[in-house]
Structures are given as C-alpha cells and as structure tokens.
C-alpha cells in the first residue's frame, strides 16, 4: 500500500452529507441522525444545571487520536473515543468539542490540514462541511480554540467542565485537553477539575455524563437494536455453516463478514471468542495468545461470543451450540441450566430490582440444574449456595451494562451502590437498581475451569458438596455462556438480540431451518423481533400474535 507523509484524517465516508445523517450505505444500514446526539447533548446540560448547579461555562472535550502501528508509519484503524462520539458522533481524529452550558451553543474545532493531505487522502473539506455533516452551530479550527474559550470563562461566566474521573472497569481516565494554552486556563483556576462533593479525582462533567449515558434514548435504542439484530443474524449464519469449518477462527472470519457485508459494520465490538471444547472454559479466550487457533472435535460443544459496532454502539451477544448439530445428553443437561439461569433473570428484570438480585437468580437456577443431575449432592440448595460453590462454575458477573461501549460507563459512580465483597457478586461491573431505558446483557454460563475446580476440591467447605466422578466426566468439555442485550422497560425486558436459544430451534437453523421462526415458542425469552425499515430509516419490530405467530 502507499504510505502518507502525513496523519490520515478520513474524508467523509457518508453517503448522505448533507442530511445531517450517517449512514455507510445508503438504503442498505440504517441512517442515524445527528439529531441523536444534540439530544444527548441536551441531557447532559440538563442533568449539570439540575443535579450540580452549573449553568455557566464551557464543556470541553478532547476526541480521539490518530495512530500508528509502534514505530511505523502504517495507519491503525481509528474508532472514536466514546465519550466524544456520544456526544458528536464526529468520526475523524483530532477534533475538540465545546457545549456553552447554558445554551447548548455547541461548536466543533477541526484540525488544519496540510496540502498533501489532498494527495494522501482525498479532498480537505473545509468548516462549513462539518458544520453541516454534524448539526452543530459552529465549527473552527483548533488554532482558535485557546481565543474561543477565552471569550466565553472567566469572571463571571463560568468555568472550562472537563472530563476527570476514572473507568470502574478498566481503571483509566479520559483523555485530557492539552491543546497549546490549556496550561494558563488551568493555572488561573479557569478549569473544573473535580468536584469536591463526588472526591478529589472526579469532575461534575464525569459524574453527569456518566449518567447521562446509563439511560438510552429511543434513536440510542434503534441504533442498539440494529447493532444487536447485525449481530444476531451472524450468529445464525455461523450456526449454520459451522459444519463447514474446520477451525475457530473460521468462525470469526465468516462474523466479520457477515455484519460488515451486510450491517456495514466495519469493526466487530470486541476481539471475538471463537472458542470450542475446552476452550469454552477460557472466559477471554481469543487472545493474542490464544488466537481462535484449536480445530473443532464432532463432539465439541462450542462458544461464540462476537458483537457488532455501528455509529460507536455496540452489540455483544454470545451463542453455545455443538458441532454435530445435535446436543447430546451431557451437553443439554449443562445448556438448559444456563438457559434456564437466562429465564430467572428475565423473571426478575425490571426497573426497581437490584441487578445483584437478578444476578443471584440466575446463579440459583444454575446450581439447581447440577444438583438435579448429581454433579453437586450431600446438601441442599440454599446449602451449596452458602457454600459459595455458585462462582466455581459461575465465576463471572450476570452482565452488564452496554452502549457505546462494550461494557459501559456508570457502574459504579458517585452515589450508586458500591461493589458487593461476597464470591460472586464482587465480579459484578454493576450493583445499581435497574431503570427504565437501562441496556444491560443478560449473559449467565456454566463451566469447567480447572483452576476453580481444582481450588474447589482442596477446599472442605466446598468439596464435600462436589461429586468429583460425575464433575469429572465434564472436566475439559469447557462451558456454555447465553449473552443477549436486553433493553429495562415498565413492560418488563426485551431483548434486542434474536438468536435461537431453545434446543429445538438451534436444532432446527443448524439443520436447515428458517430464521427467525414462524412461531415465536419461547416468548418468556422476551425476544424483539425486528427488522431494518425498507427505506433504512429505522428499526420496524415484527407482529408477534398471542399464538407467538410471528409475521412481518
């Protein structure tokens, strides 16, 4: 390939500019307006004026930058920081986005680009494109950004609001502003830092935007929903051709095809875990280290956990199914717990439950199941639950919550329940009470770890509740993990992803079948049936009749 002397700044990559509208392929994926997040701006302003009394100032934002391969010139593919794209959804690098708080004046600073650029790249398109591309009501360079922000703080117009806070999930902070001139902003006290009421590291900016984005707005619903239902029909595609692959990563290379060819997805939500036998018992697998690389057994049951990402939203979403197309007896005995464990949370989900209830749930149905089929004996349920033998086979959260990034921001921000201390519960990457338009995945598994059964049978607690010859027979089969995004309602949960999970409909798609189904046969799955508009404008939900009939 050619190389660029200079940094690679994509063009437009739209195909409807002048809308105001994203969309990669015209009347193919679905068309996304700008709209979506001038309403996220919106919120954001609302909740710093209502919950942290700030009406004056200025939001400032850093987005993503460009990069390259270590010390090469070879271009990485960027993706967008997603604090930035929430609240723009500006897909080049090297922009800064400021929100005059009490107005919602929002204005985007672009970098100046250099000559060659239009021989590397394409064309450089000036402000007034921008301005249009994104729906915003201006657009500079950032050359001019040091004089911008000077004339709106100071004296008695407020502040600079920047992101200072840290990730709950990965223990990083945001990216900071540090365009030439921020250092005196700072150094005359012009910049919200933190906020002393929520610690000395997090800002009234991160706290509010944290929360902004825990509850989804309808257009942030339709995009999720096409991000699930991409995801979604990929699996299916995988499920039925996996007799035809010899290899994992065959698997990931036929899902990365699917929901960019047809969803225009150019990058999957997450590195893929194309995991088969006893694999399925790695919870990350996929890895450099492990790259999707075993070949598949006939009597493998395998684990695919692959999501989408379109617009910066993403799905996540995790299949089990065996190789030959048929579950045998073992298999279904540790399938159905899971499925099962899948039910009880759906049972329970909705706004004003804690989600470590539903968490507890499903762990219940999960050691209910290897009680009933003699993997677990000599005691009760509420027995073995107290014996916390549920993170030995469970050892991972019920799920979490999901949005422009795979596991999303506001876990466990100021003022939500802290991280529970008890096995099991303390793997939870959230611990709030659930809300209406909350999107989390409901994801329980059961697996054979050697690590944790290993640790388990050295136990006395744990191991006189374990029967080893009948774990054993499991020992190195790997596992089963369920994962679907479910959107939190007043009408209970829905499910945004429509996979197969009854064993006679995974039975029936690997077999030929069609999907979705005629008939809807699990309608405690909470399953909504959708489909992308004829026209790619929205999402359009199926009609589900009270037979389960399902029709366009």
């Known amino acids: 390939m050619s190389t660029s002397a200079g940094s690679s700044v994509p063009g437009a990559g739209w195909a409807t500019p002048s809308l105001s509208v994203f969309q990669l392929g015209k009347g193919k994926t679905l068309a996304i307006p700008m709209t979506t997040h001038a309403s996220s701006r919106q919120k954001l302003v609302s909740l710093l004026q209502l919950h942290h009394d700030v009406y004056d100032g200025v939001i400032l934002l850093k987005g993503?930058?460009?990069?390259?391969?270590?010390?090469?010139?070879?271009?990485?593919?960027?993706?967008?920081?997603?604090?930035?794209?929430?609240?723009?959804?500006?897909?080049?690098?090297?922009?800064?986005?400021?929100?005059?708080?009490?107005?919602?004046?929002?204005?985007?600073?672009?970098?100046?680009?250099?000559?060659?650029?239009?021989?590397?790249?394409?064309?450089?398109?000036?402000?007034?494109?921008?301005?249009?591309?994104?729906?915003?009501?201006?657009?500079?360079?950032?050359?001019?950004?040091?004089?911008?922000?000077?004339?709106?703080?100071?004296?008695?117009?407020?502040?600079?609001?920047?992101?200072?806070?840290?990730?709950?999930?990965?223990?990083?902070?945001?990216?900071?502003?540090?365009?030439?001139?921020?250092?005196?902003?700072?150094?005359?006290?012009?910049?919200?830092?933190?906020?002393?009421?929520?610690?000395?590291?997090?800002?009234?900016?991160?706290?509010?935007?944290?929360?902004?984005?825990?509850?989804?707005?309808?257009?942030?619903?339709?995009?999720?929903?096409?991000?699930?239902?991409v995801a979604s029909n990929a699996h299916v595609e995988v499920m039925r051709n996996v007799k035809n692959f010899h290899y994992e990563y065959e698997v990931e290379a036929k899902f990365l095809y699917e929901i960019y060819s047809k969803g225009g997805c150019r990058k999957s939500a997450y590195?893929?875990?194309?995991?088969?036998?006893?694999?399925?018992?790695?919870?990350?697998?996929?890895?450099?280290?492990?790259?999707?690389?075993?070949?598949?057994?006939?009597?493998?049951?395998?684990?695919?956990?692959?999501?989408?990402?379109?617009?910066?939203?993403?799905?996540?979403?995790?299949?089990?199914?065996?190789?030959?197309?048929?579950?045998s007896a073992d298999h279904k005995i540790v399938y159905e717990a899971v499925l099962n464990a899948q039910r009880a949370a759906y049972a329970v989900m909705r706004p004003g439950t804690s989600w470590t209830d539903c968490h507890l749930a499903a762990e219940r149905e999960i050691l209910k199941a290897l009680l009933a089929a003699g993997l677990l004996h000599n005691g009760t349920l509420d027995e073995v639950i107290d014996a916390h033998l549920g993170p030995i086979f469970f050892p991972h959260g019920l799920g979490h919550l999901i949005g422009c990034d795979t596991h999303d921001v506001g876990g466990y921000i100021h003022g939500t329940p802290e991280r529970s201390s008890r096995p099991g519960l303390s793997k939870l990457r959230t611990s709030r009470v659930l809300e209406n338009g909350m999107v989390l995945t409901n994801e329980p598994g059961c697996y054979f770890i050697d690590a944790l059964l290993d640790a388990a049978f050295a136990d006395e607690t744990k191991s006189r509740f374990m029967n080893k010859p009948v774990i054993e027979r499991f020992r190195g089969t790997g596992g089963v993990r369920l994962e679907d995004v479910v959107l939190v309602t007043y009408d209970g949960p829905q499910s945004l992803s429509t996979c197969p999970r009854l064993v006679e409909e995974i039975e029936d798609v690997m077999a030929g079948g069609q999907w979705p189904p005629a008939v809807d046969r699990a309608p405690e799955l909470k399953r909504r049936w959708s489909r992308l508009a004829d026209d790619a404008s929205c999402m359009v939900e199926y009609v589900v009749d009270e037979s389960g009939r399902i029709s366009a």
């Open 64 to 229: 993503g930058t460009d990069g390259t391969q270590y010390d090469s010139d070879t271009d990485l593919l960027f993706r967008q920081d997603s604090w930035f794209n929430y609240l723009f959804g500006v897909k080049e690098p090297e922009f800064y986005g400021a929100i005059r708080v009490k107005d919602g004046h929002t204005v985007l600073f672009m970098p100046r680009l250099d000559d060659s650029y239009r021989i590397w790249c394409g064309e450089i398109y000036p402000p007034a494109h921008f301005k249009s591309l994104y729906a915003v009501d201006e657009v500079l360079y950032t050359e001019n950004l040091s004089d911008w922000l000077t004339s709106q703080v100071g004296d008695d117009k407020g502040l600079i609001h920047i992101l200072s806070g840290k990730n709950s999930d990965s223990g990083k902070h945001p990216a900071q502003p540090d365009f030439d001139g921020f250092d005196s902003f700072a150094k005359k006290g012009l910049v919200a830092s933190y906020d002393p009421n929520l610690g000395a590291n997090t800002s009234a900016l991160y706290q509010a935007l944290s929360t902004a984005r825990v509850i989804k707005s309808t257009d942030e619903i339709d995009v999720m929903q096409y991000c699930a239902v």
């Open 271 to 327: 590195i893929s875990i194309c995991a088969c036998g006893p694999n399925a018992a790695v919870l990350h697998y996929g890895h450099a280290g492990a790259p999707n690389d075993r070949r598949f057994a006939e009597s493998d049951i395998v684990l695919f956990d692959m999501g989408a990402e379109y617009h910066g939203y993403v799905s996540d979403i995790t299949c089990s199914f065996p190789v030959s197309g048929k579950f």
